[in-house]
Nanobody
Framework: QVQLVESGGDLVQPGGSLTLSCTAY????????MSWYRQAPGNGRELVAR????????EYADSVKGRFTISRDNSKNTVYLQMNSLKVEDTAKYYC??????????WGQGTQVTVSS
């Protein structure tokens, strides 16, 4: 059974930092493209960052470029999202996604990030 478990969400002040983690179980992690999405109340789910299976390529939403960094450790089946210079508008529930061509898409349950003074 495939499971993605996110952690690291918290309440943080504007300008602060957080690191989110997503650990995958039940799949061959190194074969999957891993992504972070977020969804704020009343909004659709949007892509934040994506990393290729071998970490050779990354992609970021314009709104987080230069502030967020996605990385992965295939030995730990874990993908990370380092978030710096957080803004109030980064407040959302953050979801981890795993996808591979020809396989189902897998989602985690999400972790809440709240940026507020």
């Amino acid at each position: 059974q495939v499971q993605l478990v996110e952690s690291g969400g918290d309440l943080v002040q504007p300008g602060g930092s957080l690191t989110l983690s997503c650990t995958a179980y039940g799949l061959t992690f190194s074969n999957f493209v891993m992504s972070w999405y977020r969804q704020a109340p009343g909004n659709g789910r949007e892509l934040v960052a994506r990393i290729g299976a071998l970490s050779s390529n990354t992609e970021y939403a314009d709104s987080v470029k230069g502030r967020f960094t996605i990385s992965r450790d295939n030995s730990k089946n874990t993908v990370y999202l380092q978030m710096n210079s957080l803004k109030v508008e980064d407040t959302a529930k953050y979801y981890c996604k795993a996808n591979q061509i020809g396989r189902p898409v897998y989602w985690g349950q999400g972790t809440q990030v709240t940026v507020s003074s």
